[in-house]
Structure formats: C-alpha cells, structure tokens
C-alpha cells in the first residue's frame, strides 16, 4: 500500500508532466491562429473593392467608422463582465482577469467550430480545482448569448422575409409579441438550471458530475435575469456596430428595417457551423443574403459583413493571443 506521501508525490509528477504539454498546446494554437489569420489576408480577394470603395467614401463616413471602434471595448467589457458574474459562485476573479480570460479564449478559440475552443483560454484563469466548473459556466455563458440571439432573431427573420415578401410591413407591436414568445420558452429551459442542478445532487451520477454541475446550484433568479441582462446589452452593441459598418460603406437602411435585417443576419451566422477564421465569408455571404435584399450595393454590404468580422474577432484575437504567450513563457 502506497503512503500518503508517495501518492501526492505521484500526483504533483503527474501535473508537471501534464503543464508542460498544456503550455505547448496553448502556444501551437495561438501559432495556428496566427497562421490562418496570414492565411486568410494573403488569400482574401477584394483588396481592390475596398480601396475602391474607401476612395469613394467622403470624409463624413469616418465618423460611422470611429464610432464602431468606440464601440470595440464595450462589447468585450461587456463580455468580461458577464464571466466574472457567472464564475462569482465558484472563485472571484478581478474584472482584469476577466477580460484576460475572454480576450485568451477569443485566441484559443480562433479556428474551432463556432468558437468553442474559447473555454480553453478562459478557464486557464481559474484555479485547477474550478476549472471543471469552469467548463460548465462557458457553457452557460454561450447558452445567454444563443438565448438572445433567439429570442430576437426568430421574430425578427420571420417579420423580415414577410416584409421583403411584400406581405408585411415592419411593425413593432408583432415583433414584441413574437420576441415574448421565445422568452417564455427559452426562459423555461435557463432559469430551471439551478433547480435541475440540485436535484442531480441526489442523484446516483452525482459524484461523477458533481464538479461540473454544483457551480449552477447557488444562482437566484435575480442573478441569472442580470447576466441575461448583459448578454441582451452586448448584443444591442454588436447590432448597432454593424449598423454603423453598413452606414460607413453608405448603406442606407431605416431603423425599423435595420431592427428586422440585423438581427435576422445573426442569428443565421450564430447558428451555421463554422470555425472563426473562416466566419468573414459566412458573414459576408449572410450580409449579400439578408441585407442584398433590401440594397443592391452588394460589393459594399460583403465588404461591411468582412470589417465587423475583423474589428470584432480579429483585433481581440491578436490582443488575446499575446495574452496567452505573456501567460504561459
């Protein structure tokens, strides 16, 4: 029988074998990230409609452009702050920490389907104890976001095909109602995750899934409405970045449309599979497809579709990557 000692000796051998090997996966898929971000710039074909079209544009379209750069760090302070509230029941982390681990696993997330390489960066800011919980909260965190994304686009998609069928037209009070729907059935699923937590403590997996499933039980409705609540302002913000990308490339759209195209164009591209490096041509080919429709300015809309992909994914990306290597050299 082995002593105490000896198998705490086994385990701490085991954990030095086993960091060494998760530095070098972090620093291969950051050198991947970059690799396909080389890639995709090398290999991206409408330099020339962009300086054209830059040329074009008058100098009062770069107030469109500022204001979606002004926007950049609310959207990712936004995000931040959404993790630290969810990861407040397992281990308090600063908001610095916070965004470190968002902006981390943006980077380690960068060529995974739907990004969901992205719990990678964000538990290593947790202590190893916390970072099974750690998975289930990213979980949780994608599940607020995709719940927004639902409850606004569904409506959303079904009022704009009927509207660019000609049946309908934009109308405020059938979209709150429909949005109200989705709420109430999604709503069901989110805030029972607390109560099913407790009750698979008594269950006969419990001490299998205990460590992934005990950091739901703690949150009180008040808690899971709030981050609810910074999801829903995120997305407001990444909507409205897009509205001003598609103003700079002179995009004309009014805001009762732009609230039916808009949110129609992300919940197709939320929903598609897709790896991140490759989402400014699934972008694009949505913008063209939604948004084509109520414009034919079709080179400017595919170009507005690839500059919100890069001022949203590609900057933090490049800023999280160096996080990652800071982190672990």
């Known amino acids: 029988m082995e002593s105490p000692g000896v198998v705490t000796s086994g385990k701490q051998e085991r954990l030095l074998t086993f960091k060494p090997s998760l530095k070098s996966l972090k620093l291969l898929v950051v050198a991947a990230s970059w690799s396909f971000l080389v890639y995709k ?9 962009l300086a054209t079209q830059w040329r074009q544009l008058p100098l009062s379209h770069l107030g469109w452009l500022a204001a979606v750069f002004a926007l950049l760090p609310l959207n990712w302070y936004l995000e931040a702050l959404k993790w630290k509230m969810l990861t407040s029941g397992v281990q308090h982390i600063s908001l610095t920490t916070s965004i470190k681990a968002v902006l981390s696993g943006i980077s380690t997330g960068f060529f995974t389907p739907n990004r969901v390489g992205e719990l990678v960066g964000r538990v290593a800011f947790l202590e190893p104890e916390n970072r099974k ?15 927004i994304m639902a409850c606004c686009g569904i409506p959303a998609c079904i009022l704009f095909f009927q509207y660019t069928a000609g049946t309908l037209k934009p109308d405020l009070v059938h979209f709150i109602g429909l949005t109200g729907i989705g709420i109430l059935i999604t709503g069901l699923i989110y805030f029972t995750l ?19 499933t005990d950091c739901l039980s703690g949150y009180s409705q008040k808690e899971l409405l709030q981050i609810l609540g910074v999801s ?3 997305y407001v913000v990444f909507c409205t970045q897009f509205y001003f990308m598609l103003r700079f490339f002179d995009i004309e759209l009014s805001i009762p449309v732009a609230l039916l195209a808009i949110p129609t164009n992300y919940l197709f591209v939320t929903f598609t599979p897709s790896l ?9 080919s949505y913008a063209v497809l939604i948004i084509g429709a109520l414009s034919g300015q079709v080179v400017n809309i595919a170009l507005a579709g690839v500059c919100i992909w890069a001022v949203n994914f590609v900057i933090p ?8 290597v800071r982190k672990h050299i």
Do not use: C
């Open 41 to 49: 710039l090398l290999t991206f074909h409408q330099y020339e409609d």
């Open 133 to 147: 919980a750690g998975i289930t909260l990213s979980a949780v965190n994608s599940l607020t976001q995709n719940i």
């Open 194 to 212: 607390p109560r099913w937590s407790r009750q698979l403590k008594s269950s006969r997996l419990s001490g299998k899934i205990k460590a992934f």
């Open 232 to 234: 829903f302002t995120r």
């Open 276 to 284: 991140a490096f490759s989402e400014a041509a699934v972008r694009s």
């Open 317 to 324: 990306m490049l800023v999280g990557s160096v996080v990652v």
